[in-house]
């Protein structure tokens, strides 16, 4: 089927829909990870995989696929959102992760789904892919990010700081001069430390320096919760453990070394080509390794779900997906 063009007016979010189900999914260890179920429960299966990591899923997120069509499975992963315990890093790793998208297919009774997700949603997304290509319709991809220490580099220690230094500062002032030759290890100290208040005040400054850059508009786009401090140390602790640790890949370039065993599957890419968090370096990489994905580039957008453009070409995405 053929590919939709961008020629027609922007679409616009799918209404407000309740979920129908939802519980807890014990795993193989400590955790239990919250799930929910929305639309059509005959429709096609879609799996929903949130940003951060420690991010949380968010009741708009269901609002990229038409509810009479598809079957729209969520879920917090391991020590965010309402999953238990929270801010947990013990046995909390990619793999853990991909081992319980796998339990809860099985659980709901999927046989195969679409995957979705953005930022670090698409790392996980393009590595459950990799590993169970089998259980894969088509991938719908957003703000691509490939885990990688230039990535890590940019946005964390220099690059990024370059196009918000008044927010940088903000992002610097929790570190003392001498650490912040390393700042994800400066800040990896703190988030894991005894000291519970220097552990929430480092995980809002991460969080917020993160949430004031993923819209084109800045700090004036940044959603309240990045300034929360209980959304702030699951966020910040998680997101900084998994990077600290580079996502527990065997290799750096993990997902691109492996990408030839996905390319027979459809694949949408939303990437904004302004996006300061994960910049568009990552998602021409994926496509130049990976020449029948649909790349996407939305030409007034940064990293942010929410902007306009993203928004219309992952509603054309998914009603693409869809109807294959």
Same mark, same amino acid.
């Given at each position: 089927m053929a590919?939709?063009?961008? /020629? !027609?007016?922007?679409?616009?979010?799918?209404?407000? @829909?309740?979920?129908?189900?939802? $519980?807890?999914?014990?795993?193989?260890?400590?955790?239990? %990870?919250?799930?929910?179920?929305? #639309?059509?429960?005959? $429709?096609?299966? %879609? @799996?929903v995989l949130h940003g951060g990591p420690g991010g949380a899923v968010n009741p708009g997120m269901r609002r990229y696929f038409d509810p009479a069509r598809y079957r729209i499975i969520m879920f917090d992963q391991r020590g965010c959102g309402l999953s238990r315990p929270n801010a947990s890093l013990e046995n909390n790793t990619t793999w853990d992760l991909i081992a319980d998208i796998e339990r809860l297919r099985e659980l709901l009774g999927v046989d195969k789904w679409v995957v979705f997700g953005g930022s670090w949603g698409s790392t996980l997304s393009l590595t459950y892919a990799i590993k169970h290509p089998d259980r894969c319709l088509a991938l719908i991809l957003r703000g691509i990010f490939l885990l990688t220490k230039k990535e890590l580099h940019w946005f964390y220690q220099d690059g990024a700081s370059m196009i918000f230094p008044d927010v940088w500062e903000r992002f610097l002032a929790p570190i003392p001069e001498a650490e912040r030759g390393d700042l994800m290890a400066a800040y990896y100290k703190r988030l894991t430390g005894d000291d519970v208040e220097e552990q929430r005040r480092c995980a809002v400054a991460w969080a917020t320096w993160e949430g004031d850059t993923v819209s084109v508009q800045g700090p004036s786009a940044r959603p309240d919760k990045f300034s929360e401090p209980d959304f702030a140390v699951a966020f910040a602790r998680i997101e900084n453990w998994y990077f600290t640790n580079g996502g527990f890949f065997d290799s750096e370039n993990w997902i691109l070394e492996n990408v030839d065993t996905i390319r027979h599957l459809p694949c949408w890419i939303a990437q904004g080509r302004f996006d300061v968090v994960t910049p568009i370096s990552g998602a021409w990489a994926l496509h130049r390794a990976w020449p029948e994905a649909k *790349?996407? =580039? =939305? $030409?007034?957008? #940064?990293? !942010?779900?929410?902007?306009? #453009?993203? @928004? /219309?070409? *992952?509603i054309r995405g998914t009603d693409w997906a869809a109807s294959l």
């Open positions: 590919l939709p063009t961008n /020629d !027609a007016p922007r679409r616009d979010l799918y209404p407000e @829909i309740e979920a129908y189900n939802s $519980g807890w999914m014990q795993t193989d260890s400590i955790h239990e %990870v919250y799930y929910e179920e929305s #639309g059509n429960p005959d $429709g096609l299966p %879609v @799996i *790349l996407d =580039v =939305v $030409g007034d957008a #940064g990293h !942010a779900s929410s902007e306009p #453009g993203i @928004i /219309d070409s *992952l």
